[in-house]
């Protein structure tokens, strides 16, 4: 079959016409298990009641005015999020890597507008991930995402994750910030040692740098915290966030400290959609859901219960699985064949999973599944396994 949509995807041959809370259902009526949600968006499972009530309700009212006016959904919102973060100010955008865009912008003006501006380099880590935007493919700088796309932005330098003492040793006269995923996600589900992000922390306050977090995929409750930083018990000046945050609308921000954001006045940045009526509505509502007592620690009940299912997954197919890792609903599984094998071996028994780097299947289930689905798709990615091994 011909498209016409630019072939930039190696798309699998499955087209979902209806979701509903962890299920798809492709054209032809057959319903899949979705242990993806579509890369760690759908926080709150497809179709929620909830978020769909305040979309329409919005969509009824207004919906879009332009950054031109005050938005009373987008001061709401903001709001919310200053209150459960560090943070005293944020910028909302489309995606994830224009929170990212915004992140290095107010780094590199921060200094500026303090009388440094030589500096303007950023520390970041091999194997990151932050998007696909020119300014983003440099940050993250893996040839996979650079090539044939140069010139690149200059002034970042890539050490290897987990390094404190390569960090270190990266620093100089125009280092301006250090930027991570808490848990890198594209690059194969890998979390920080709480003692890495500490270390980072009092390097940057030891040197007058700003520590800057990419928390749009394991952010938002993913983890098991809302933020997967306060693990560490360390905030970031500055941290993009956006995926889980609109549920499947697309929504982000760029969240910072009053002094981080001190140069961004009016006439620095902006965006035309960013923030608008409509994704800051089902923004607000995805907030209140996943800051209502008893939800992350039933993401936690229930993340606790699948790894215990993929440990002993694992266990079964020796051959096929190495190790789980990952934290809450933010979990990979090594595999010790292609991950695409078992990806695909997957759709085969309608569940849904998402390779990741380091040849991992991650596993990002709505943060509100129940447990018979995880039982349910564990079942399924059992029988992937098994239909893997006939053919070892
Ligand atoms: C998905 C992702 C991005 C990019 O987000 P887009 O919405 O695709 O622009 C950036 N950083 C991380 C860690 C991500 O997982």
Not at 131 to 160: D, Q
Request: aromatic content about 6%.
């Amino acid at each position: 079959m011909t498209s016409a949509v630019l072939p930039t995807y190696a798309r699998a041959p499955l087209s979902f016409v209806k979701g509903e809370g962890s299920w798809l259902t492709e054209e032809n009526g057959l319903r899949y298990l979705d242990f993806g949600g579509g890369i760690a968006v759908n926080a709150l499972g497809h179709a929620n009641p909830e978020l769909a009530a305040a979309l329409s309700e919005q969509a009824g009212a207004l919906w879009h005015t332009s950054n031109l006016y005050r938005i009373p959904n987008q001061e709401r919102l903001a709001k919310v999020l200053a209150h459960e973060t560090f943070a005293d100010k944020v910028f909302f955008t489309n995606s994830g890597t224009e929170a990212m865009e915004c992140a290095v912008k107010m780094a590199r003006k921060y200094f500026s507008h303090i009388n440094q501006p030589e500096k303007t380099d950023i520390i970041a880590f091999q194997a990151a991930f932050h998007g696909r935007t020119l300014g983003m493919i440099a940050a993250a700088g893996s040839e996979k995402l650079v090539a044939g796309f140069g010139p690149l932005l200059p002034g970042f330098s890539h050490v290897p994750f987990g390094d404190l003492a390569a960090t270190e040793a990266a620093i100089g006269d125009k280092t301006a910030a250090i930027l991570l995923e808490p848990v890198q996600g594209e690059g194969g589900i890998v979390p920080a040692e709480d003692a890495f992000l500490q270390g980072l922390r009092a390097l940057c306050d030891a040197h007058g740098l700003l520590l800057i977090m990419d928390e749009i995929q394991c952010g938002v409750g993913r983890t098991g915290r809302l933020f997967a930083h306060e693990y560490a018990g360390v905030t970031p000046d500055i941290m993009a966030i956006a995926k889980g945050l609109g549920g499947g609308f697309p929504l982000g921000a760029c969240l910072a400290t009053d002094r981080a954001a001190a140069g961004m006045v009016a006439g620095t940045h902006g965006s035309t959609f960013g923030g608008n009526p409509l994704a800051c509505a089902v923004g607000l509502k995805v907030m209140e859901i996943v800051t209502r007592d008893e939800f992350l620690a039933t993401v936690n009940r229930r993340a606790g219960f699948l790894r215990q299912q993929l440990e002993a997954l694992v266990a079964t197919h020796p051959d096929v699985f190495g190790a789980v890792r990952g934290l809450g609903l933010m979990l990979g599984i090594v595999c010790k064949v292609p991950n695409t094998e078992v990806v695909n071996a997957g759709y085969d028994e309608q569940v849904l999973t998402v390779p990741g780097g380091q040849n991992v299947i991650r596993i990002l289930p709505a943060l509100n599944i129940s447990e018979s689905d995880l039982v349910e798709a564990v079942s399924r990615l059992d029988k992937a396994a098994t239909l893997i091994e006939v053919n070892l």
